[in-house]
T-cell receptor, first 110, second 115 residues
Framework: SQQGEEDPQALSIQEGENATMNCSYK?????LQWYRQNSGRGLVHLIL?????REKHSGRLRVTLDTSKKSSSLLITASRAADTASYFC??????????FGAGTTVTVRA | DAGVIQSPRHEVTEMGQEVTLRCKPI?????LFWYRQTMMRGLELLIY????????DSGMPEDRFSAKMPNASFSTLKIQPSEPRDSAVYFC?????????????FGNGTRLTVT
């Protein structure tokens, strides 16, 4: 079963713009992770935020976590064509299982 | 490090045939996961191993699916007999420790087509 749900399903932006996507989940978590998947490739880990953290940065990525609302957001600043990919949030269920959402497909137009 | 290596990259087979997917995790990783990705169902966890021992196979859809990890550097996912609805991309992933602290490292997947 999918714990996380990303919103929007798809996003198209101009190069240089920011991209924001959201993730909502159902049960309590220990951490939340974001992954990127380029077409025809495996998922690549981007960032992990623990339940006691509210915000985390990594390069052009900014992740927020609101455990009271059971939601997270991923912001990509100054987008580039290479950021075109699908982005997934993943939350830990019980027993070390990681459950992925359906993903947000981001297209960055040159 | 070469990362997680999966083979084959593509597999096309006829219904009823046996299919074996292979995975070499990153050396030193304690956990190995098999996921299946389809448009309809997204990414589904099929089974995961810790130190070569299957921990949770509740995601394995049917008895036609089986997975083994004979040693720390090799795992297989077998489908016998295969059916058209098994068509999907199958990913293997490994991690250094449990999900509380470590990210998953994915292979590039095996795209399975069952005709």
């Amino acid at each position: 079963s999918q714990q996380g749900e990303e919103d929007p399903q798809a996003l198209s932006i101009q190069e240089g713009e920011n991209a924001t996507m959201n993730c909502s989940y159902k049960t309590s978590i220990n951490n939340l992770q974001w992954y990127r998947q380029n077409s025809g490739r495996g998922l690549v880990h981007l960032i992990l935020i623990r339940s006691n953290e509210r915000e985390k940065h990594s390069g052009r990525l900014r992740v927020t976590l609101d455990t009271s609302k059971k939601s997270s957001s991923l912001l990509i600043t100054a987008s580039r064509a290479a950021d075109t990919a699908s982005y997934f949030c993943a939350t830990d269920e019980n027993d070390y299982k990681l459950s992925f959402g359906a993903g947000t497909t981001v297209t960055v137009r040159a | 490090d070469a990362g997680v290596i999966q083979s084959p990259r593509h597999e096309v087979t006829e219904m009823g045939q046996e299919v074996t997917l292979r995975c070499k995790p990153i050396s030193g990783h304690d956990y190995l996961f098999w996921y299946r990705q389809t448009m309809m169902r997204g990414l589904e966890l099929l089974i995961y191993f810790n130190n070569n021992v299957p921990i949770d196979d509740s995601g394995m859809p049917e008895d036609r699916f089986s997975a083994k990890m004979p040693n720390a550097s090799f795992s297989t996912l077998k489908i016998q007999p295969s059916e058209p609805r098994d068509s999907a991309v199958y990913f293997c992933a490994s991690s250094l420790a449990d999900n509380y602290n470590s990210p998953l490292h994915f292979g590039n997947g095996t795209r399975l087509t069952v005709t």
